[in-house]
Each structure stands twice: as C-alpha cells, then as structure tokens.
C-alpha cells in the first residue's frame, strides 16, 4: 500500500524548494544577468505553491489515541490502512478485530503471531477472516497493551453515506464531524420535513474505553421529543451522546443497525466486550 505523504514532507518540499530559489539567485545577481535571476525565482516559487496545493489537497494528518484495553475506532479517511504497519507492534496491540456486514463474519489481526502463516492457520481454525487493510469508511475494535497514539495520514476525508451500509449491523467511521441525529437525516433519500425526525437508522452505538460504557442513539426515541432518548439511555445505564457532547468524525468507530422503518426494534446492543479479555488466541 502506499502511504499518503504527511503533511510535514510538503512544508519540507517547500521551504527547500525557497531555499533553493533564493542560493540560485545569489548566485544568478553574482554571475549572472537580472532577467536570469527573476526567471529563476518565478519557477521556484511555482514549485513552492504546487506543494502547498497539495498539502490542502490531502488534508492535515489525522491521529487516534488508544486507551489501555478496548478501543472502538476507525478509518475515517479516503485511504485505506495497511493493519500490520499502522498497528503491527506487539509491545502495543493485543489484537485487532473488524466486522465484516456483508458475511456476518469477524476479520482478525494480531501482531503475536510469528508469521503470516500462523496467523491465518490460527484464523482458520477459530472461523475469521484474516485482517490486512481497513478500507476507508470501515470501523474496527482494538485491544491495547498500553496507551497509544497512531496516525491515519493525510488523506482527505470520507464522507460515509446510505451506499456504504448494509441491512443489519455496520462498524463503520466518517470524517464529517456530525452529531448521530446528523448522521440520521444524512441518510435519507429525500430532504427531511422541519420538525420532523425521521427514521433513517435503527440504533447507533460507540464505545467509550474511559467508562468501559456505551454512548446509544435512537431516532425513534428522538422523534418523541423532549427527553425521551435521554431518559431510555440513562434507564438502560448508557451514555447520551447529546449529554456529553459526543459526535461522530475523525478516529471515532462505531456501530450502526441499519434497517426498513417498519422494522425498527431497541433491541439492546449486547456486545460483552469485556469477555473478549478471555479470548485465548494463540
């Protein structure tokens, strides 16, 4: 795969290139003529813009911080991830894990594993997947060892839409900072009426590695207004994403149950995350 350039190789691509421009004209005012001198500028200063173009072009690099255990994150960014480069050390990560919609199944990658081999031998024999890359728009679970900061690079952002779901569970990630009721009305085909939610997604869930707790969303329980959801989350011993001011965007993984309106159920998310510590992987 390769990688997005940071954003720190173009400001180093620019200002090298100004260092140049301005030796070449000393050099050109020295022993050469002032129209010479002017031309070399011009051209250098050129180069020097067309870094910085594209710099603004792939955007600023994006970073994830890990807490010690379980983190639910994700690529929110157009270029997809190569697993075992960006979370390949095994003093850092336990293992990495990501859902896959499309065969109900689980991708797995742990950097324990002393070969490739091992790894998909290993896979095999428990029903995954092998987990290489993270495509753009898809979210993963990650087990660290310790506290942890890794980057996505500078790529530009990915805006998840309707077309990169599925009926059923999705762990997905956006790069448009939006709240999840947001997130609902983006989904819908026709532009929503003022003052009316609609119900574009079933529930919507991220992970808090802090709490070890889940922050829940249900446009459902939105469209009874006043403080219905919150008061269904709080009963339920969830986190409101409104209460604490928690949206989606850039690193954040998280769990959409996609599905027809007439469908619509508030059945519990009942994801036992912390019994994934008991998993005996090699």
Known sequence: MREPAPKSIYLQNYFGVMRRAFALRLALLRNGTGKEARYCVRNAIALAATCVAMQAAHGADASISLATGWNLVG?????PLDVALV??????VTSVWKWDSANSAWAFYSPA???????????ASKGY?????IAPGQGIWVNALSPF???LGAATSHNLTAAGLIGGWNLVATGNSVTPSAFNLSLGST???TGVVP???TTLWAWDSASANWYFYAPSLEAKGGTALADYAAGKGYLDFSQAGKSLGIGVGFWVNWAAPSSVSLTPLTWDVGSWNNVSWQ
């Open 75 to 79: 690529n929110s960014t157009n270029a």
């Open 199 to 201: 119900i574009n997604l």
């Open 113 to 123: 594993f002393a070969s490739a081999a091992d790894l998909s031998n290993y896979a």
């Open 87 to 92: 979370l390949g050390d095994r003093a850092k």
């Open 149 to 151: 900061t890794f980057t």
């Open 191 to 193: 532009q929503a009426t």
């Open 129 to 133: 997947q092998v987990l290489s890359g």
